[in-house]
């Protein structure tokens, strides 16, 4: 299984890629090997600010298994922090930590919950 990474401008990001890290990093043999391993995709709401080009190459639709993957989730996450900020900034490091964890771990859940309630009628219809 190929490792895959998605990012905004993976299309300039992987130009000197493995030469950069030669050049950074020459005793890490490992991470040369890696990175020249990487398959590469440009996320499904950005592609479409890239030229055909880049569309053609890096669209994520293009690749096998990765039809689905919007590469956005990561940035999802934003939106729900934001409003947090001004409430935790004036506390302490430790106890914004824990804030910022309680709330990712009710997003997770809450993300998972709403995953089960999305599939369960799929489900239904196949029984």
Same mark, same amino acid.
């Given at each position: ?18 030469? &950069? ?67 935790? &900034? ?38």
């Amino acid at each position: 299984m190929p490792t895959v990474v998605s990012y905004d401008s993976w299309c300039s990001f992987t130009m000197n890629l493995v030469n &950069r890290a030669i050049k950074l990093f020459p005793e890490e043999t490992w991470l040369q090997t890696l990175l020249a391993s990487v398959e590469g995709q440009i996320p499904a709401d950005h592609i479409n600010r890239h030229g055909i080009y880049c569309q053609a190459v890096w669209q994520v639709m293009y690749f096998a298994c990765r039809g689905h993957f919007h590469g956005e989730t990561a940035e999802m996450l934003w939106v729900f922090l934001n409003p947090l900020g001004s409430s935790t &900034r004036q506390m302490t490091g430790v106890v914004r930590h824990n804030i910022i964890n309680f709330l990712m771990d009710a997003w997770n859940m809450l993300k998972v919950l709403g995953q089960g309630m999305a599939v369960s009628p799929a489900v239904q219809c196949c029984q």
